[in-house]
């Protein structure tokens, strides 16, 4: 039990008890001799929770996320003998006691994993999605001085989540959230007008995705230190001008593919372990599965064939018009104009720079998902020391 008295531990000095205490974190079998008396401590695990995630909520900005993850302990063949439709994690908004929040499911509460969640959960990632010249990759990984400049990259804002989003190609909606847990899903509803521009039109390109985490949870400043004692109350997220530091940004997963590995996987015929085909179908869009470096996490992505337009035949002209006068047939065309253009351009380029007798086809690849391993994530959000990736 944390000796609590006048002076409360800060949240940085919180997560340095953490880090002591975190020997387990990543391994699969659990030698005693590893493990600290602390760490298999419920009861300590239950007062950092109490003390990182519930009593701060006061300074907590109110743009701040108040749901508190609760994961339900692992009873030997799963989190629940009796129930195997129970959720491995059960959810509760933010109250100011602790106790009375988690109720009669007080028991059930592996408070050691439920604090790892929720430092997961309460930190702030980026994704970011580049086309890269694998040729210029390559010679970056080499350790040549070559500067890794992406062809094009989209940045987009994700959260961490331990449910699964499982889409429908078809019509672009999710259709069900299932529990991912133990695995953490980062997923991009928007996946398809975000990722719309990213098209790998020469046979050079690669597909890179990168995962950083930014602040939040997982990167409290040492500066709330001098500020503790004299409050118990202590702040879920911070101020992120503060915590400009080497280490307020960590790359939890970087990989890349080729064009012709995601051609091959498109077409039915990948011999690449990395890129594994989950269904391709007669359809536009197949959904691509990715594992990352060494077999760690997975990306899925819906890969589709970019439409040559100079060999599509216009549609017929729309004879609703408005009181204005205008159109809506000339908005469709306006409209169906635009994309054919782009379809143009992915065409000429992919012309220009193919040199092999197979077609080239440009291939629009729009990320949907990253899945990564909750213990993974925290280990790195704790003890990675390398500099994040930089594209």
């Known amino acids: 039990m944390l000796p609590i008295g006048e002076e409360t531990p800060s949240r940085f000095e919180l997560l340095s008890m953490v880090k002591k205490h975190s020997n387990l974190l990543g391994k699969t079998t659990v030698d005693e001799q590893d493990a600290s008396d602390v760490e298999m401590d419920g009861q300590f695990w ?40 129970l959720a491995p994690y059960f959810v509760r908004r933010w109250a100011p006691e602790l106790d009375k929040l ?82 953490i899903c980062f997923a991009i509803d928007d996946f398809d007008s975000t990722f719309d521009a990213v098209v790998l039109t020469d046979t050079d390109h690669c597909y890179c995705v990168l995962l950083n985490a930014l602040d939040g949870a997982a990167f409290p400043s040492e500066k709330d230190t001098n500020d503790s004692s004299s409050s118990n109350k202590l702040p879920l997220r911070v101020d992120t001008n503060s915590l400009k530091s080497k280490n307020s940004k960590l790359t939890l997963f970087s990989g890349f593919v080729s064009y012709q590995m995601v051609r091959d996987a498109y077409d039915g015929s990948s011999r690449f372990g990395s890129l594994l085909s989950i269904g391709h179908s007669s359809g536009k869009t197949d959904r691509l599965s990715m594992k990352g470096p060494g077999g760690r996490g997975e990306v899925e992505v819906a890969v589709s064939g970019v439409v040559d337009q100079s060999k599509q035949e216009s549609g017929p002209f729309s004879p609703v018009i408005s009181k204005g006068g205008f159109g809506l047939g000339s908005i469709v065309r306006k409209a169906a104009a635009v994309a054919s253009v782009a379809a143009k351009n992915a065409y000429a380029a992919a012309a220009s720079t193919s040199s092999s007798d197979e077609e080239m086809i440009p291939l629009k690849c729009c990320l949907m998902s990253i899945t990564l391993p909750w213990e993974h994530i925290a280990y790195d959000l704790l003890f990675k020391g390398s500099p994040p990736v930089k594209l």
């Open 46 to 85: 239950h007062d950092v929770f109490d003390l990182y995630f519930v009593r701060g909520k006061e300074s907590r900005g109110r743009q701040d996320d108040d749901l508190i993850f609760f994961v339900r302990k692992w009873r030997g063949h799963g989190f629940n003998d009796n129930d195997e439709g």
């Open 102 to 183: 988690v109720g009669e499911s007080l028991s059930e509460v592996d408070w050691r994993r439920s604090f790892y969640l929720n430092m997961i959960a309460h930190t702030s990632y980026s994704v970011t999605v580049a086309i890269c010249s694998h040729h210029a990759l390559i010679n970056h990984q080499a350790g040549q001085d070559t500067p890794l400049s992406p062809i094009y990259k989209v940045v987009k804002t994700v959260y961490a989540s331990p449910s699964r989003v499982n889409f429908h190609l078809d019509s672009k909606k999710e259709v069900e959230t299932t529990p991912a847990y133990p695995d």
